[in-house]
Nanobody
Framework: QVQLVESGGGLVQAGGSLRLSCTAS????????IGWYRQPPGKQRELVAM???????NYADSVKGRFAVSRDNAKNTVYLQMNSLKPDDTAVYYC?????????????WGQGTQVTVSS
């Protein structure tokens, strides 16, 4: 059974930093692409960053240069370091892992962690 648990959210002033964690169980974090998503109030969920099994990363234009995704294989955890935070970064942040192994689609989400950036 695959489970993802996010932590690290909170309230921070604009310009501040937070580090989110996504700890997985039931699957190695370096075996699949893991994505960080966010859902601002009243808006749709959007992709923020992703890290592949090989370690390559991609970011939404809105967070490039400010956010960094990384992982610790020994802790089976993926991190999202968020710097220079803006009020527009306020959202619930989720991590996700999904894949299709030919037998079907597998799609797992964490419960989310709230990030609030005050101006």
């Amino acid at each position: 059974q695959v489970q993802l648990v996010e932590s690290g959210g909170g309230l921070v002033q604009a310009g501040g930093s937070l580090r989110l964690s996504c700890t997985a169980s039931g699957i190695p974090v370096n075996s699949r692409v893991i994505g960080w998503y966010r859902q601002p109030p009243g808006k749709q969920r959007e992709l923020v960053a992703m890290i592949s099994s090989g370690g390559s990363t991609n970011y939404a234009d809105s967070v490039k240069g400010r956010f960094a995704v990384s992982r610790d294989n020994a802790k089976n955890t993926v991190y999202l370091q968020m710097n220079s935070l803006k009020p527009d970064d306020t959202a619930v942040y989720y991590c996700n892992i999904d894949w299709d192994d030919g037998l079907g689609r597998h799609d797992y989400w964490g419960q989310g962690t709230q990030v609030t950036v005050s101006s």
